[in-house]
T-cell receptor, first 111, second 112 residues
Framework: KQEVTQIPAALSVPEGENLVLNCSFT??????LQWFRQDPGKGLTSLLL?????REQTSGRLNASLDKSSGRSTLYIAASQPGDSATYLCAINQAGTALIFGKGTTLSVSS | NAGVTQTPKFQVLKTGQSMTLQCAQD?????MSWYRQDPGMGLRLIHYSVGAGITDQGEVPNGYNVSRSTTEDFPLRLLSAAPSQTSVYFC???????????FGQGTRLTVV
């Protein structure tokens, strides 16, 4: 059974810092991996999608990497801003039909 | 540009009552799914569908029923509500392979 773990569970940083969120998974036979953002009381917004054949994806200040052989993905956020404060969720698409989520990392960026 | 619409946004039920959570999408997506989100547990898959007339169980299906008679709608039925079903429920729709996934705003359900 695929298990997805996100470390740390919570993170507080001052504005301007670069930071890394970690996601690990137990079964490397994945279809793709996505990083989502969730604001309090809101739904999920997809940030980056990495197909199983890709190593990384970039969008603005966000960069996500994927290492299937080691079962790891990282989300790098450059020059963090208070507006980046949210919960970040890693999700594995293993069979192509639905997503398996980690429990998330709650990020707080102080000004 | 409605995307995925869930209704209601909030609901309080008494134990034993039944209800249906509605989910509708206007993107002609084949794939739809229901998740529940509980503190400390993350999002867990309840049921999913890969097209009209096709549904399957996820990780936590007990106490819930689904059907998919149209591409647009994927309702989730609680047969006899229990306090353990107090949660926030999210509906999602996507293209095959989840290359484009969209989530609704959630339904916060409390069972007393």
């Amino acid at each position: 059974k695929q298990e997805v773990t996100q470390i740390p569970a919570a993170l507080s940083v001052p504005e301007g810092e670069n930071l890394v969120l970690n996601c690990s998974f137990t079964d490397s036979a994945i279809y793709n991996l996505q990083w989502f953002r969730q604001d309090p009381g809101k739904g999920l917004t997809s940030l980056l999608l990495i197909q199983s054949s890709q190593r990384e994806q970039t969008s603005g200040r966000l960069n996500a990497s994927l290492d299937k052989s080691s079962g790891r993905s990282t989300l790098y956020i450059a020059a963090s801003q208070p507006g980046d404060s949210a919960t970040y969720l890693c999700a594995i698409n293993q069979a192509g039909t639905a997503l398996i989520f980690g429990k998330g990392t709650t990020l707080s960026v102080s000004s | 540009n409605a995307g995925v619409t869930q209704t209601p946004k909030f609901q309080v039920l008494k134990t034993g009552q039944s209800m249906t959570l509605q989910c509708a999408q206007d993107m002609n997506h084949e794939y739809m799914s229901w998740y529940r989100q509980d503190p400390g547990m993350g999002l867990r898959l309840i049921h999913y569908s890969v097209g009209a007339g096709i549904t399957d169980q996820g990780e936590v299906p007990n106490g819930y029923n689904v059907s998919r008679s149209t591409t647009e709608d994927f309702p989730l039925r609680l047969l006899s509500a229990a306090p353990s079903q107090t949660s926030v429920y999210f509906c999602a729709s996507s293209t095959p392979g989840y290359t484009e996934a969209f989530f609704g705003q959630g339904t916060r359900l409390t069972v007393v």
